[in-house]
């Protein structure tokens, strides 16, 4: 209990001080440039799959509004944002995080929000065994509240919207519809 106190009142923090003016925190594997929200990244790696721009894959789908079908093991949830992780990143201290969540909480202090150990933005990784795991958590179709009642792996969510027949977004060509 005194842990989720704790955490609850570093977000509470992060939240107040995300009015304050940010400097550009750089992390690992983005060439230095700024790491962007976790759903962009995520959104990125699907754009390339797909051949859509990151704005159409945007429009498809809110990867950090998806309904997750079982419960998700501790491990994958970020300690900050208490949500499944999109892009998780790896301190040297051992702990993960969301990118977009340490991006932000690094530009408040440098301890890790759990250990209050020094953090080095730019030593932070990504695990990819961990990204795997995620990929595997089954979600609900976004277009369960039209009818559609499907279940897939989180990595395959885009495939399955572009072929959904719930989904009023997708142009007969099976690319996102230019009206959104």
């Given at each position: 209990m005194a842990g989720q106190n704790h955490v609850m009142s570093l977000f509470h923090q992060i939240v107040a001080d995300s009015t304050r003016t940010e400097e550009e925190v750089v992390l690992p594997g983005r060439n230095d440039v700024a790491c962007g929200f976790p759903f962009e990244e995520l959104a990125t790696r699907?754009?390339?799959?797909?051949?859509?721009?990151?704005?159409?894959?945007?429009?498809?789908?809110?990867?950090?509004?998806?309904?997750?079908?079982?419960?998700?093991?501790?491990?994958?949830?970020?300690?900050?944002?208490?949500?499944?992780?999109?892009?998780?990143?790896?301190?040297?201290?051992?702990?993960t995080f969301c990118s977009e969540c340490l991006r932000r909480h690094v530009t408040v202090t440098n301890q890790c929000p759990l250990d209050r150990r020094s953090i080095r933005p730019r030593k932070a990784r990504r695990p990819q065994s961990m990204v795997d795991a995620l990929d595997r958590l089954t979600v609900m179709c976004?277009?369960?509240?039209?009818?559609?009642?499907s279940s897939i792996n989180r990595d395959q969510v885009v495939t399955h919207i572009l072929r959904c027949a719930y989904n009023a977004r997708v142009s007969k060509d099976n690319t996102p519809d230019k009206d959104m």
């Open positions: 699907e754009a390339r799959r797909h051949s859509l721009s990151v704005s159409q894959i945007a429009s498809l789908v809110q990867f950090q509004d998806l309904e997750y079908c079982s419960h998700v093991i501790d491990e994958l949830i970020c300690s900050i944002c208490l949500s499944p992780m999109l892009t998780p990143l790896l301190t040297t201290c051992g702990h976004p277009n369960a509240n039209q009818g559609c009642s």
